[in-house]
Nanobody, 127 residues
């Protein structure tokens, strides 16, 4: 089992930046893909970004391309989401997710393909 804990959420004005972190534990000797999803108020959960085990394969949702950057530090078992140019519509609860992977396969882009989830961290962007 992979335990995930997000941090770094908060309130920021439009145009500002935040960096989310997701610390993973309980998975010695395993490889896994990771991703960020978000759940905006009154809307369905949506894909934000995903990253392969090595960090070389990265994918982004259309609404965040060019503004957000996903990365990971496997030595410290942590994934990051650098969010720049935040917009009001980025307001959501952000969740990190993980899925065991064999080697450095392309990470899944759909939430139902992930087995492990964090509790979420709130990001609020205001004008």
């Amino acid at each position: 089992q992979i335990l995930l804990l997000e941090s770094g959420g908060g309130s920021v004005q439009a145009g500002g930046s935040l960096r989310l972190s997701c610390a993973a534990s309980g998975h010695p000797g395993t490889t896994y893909a990771m991703a960020w999803f978000r759940h905006p108020p009154g809307k369905e959960r949506e894909f934000v970004a995903a990253i392969s085990w090595s960090g070389q394969r990265k994918y982004y949702g259309d609404s965040v391309k060019g503004r957000f950057a996903i990365s990971r530090d496997n030595e410290n078992n942590t994934m990051y989401l650098q969010m720049n140019g935040l917009k009001v519509e980025d307001t959501a609860v952000y969740y990190c997710a993980a899925r065991y992977s064999f080697g450095d396969l392309r990470p899944p882009l759909h939430s139902h393909e992930y087995d492990f989830w964090g509790q979420g961290t709130q990001v609020t962007v205001s004008l």
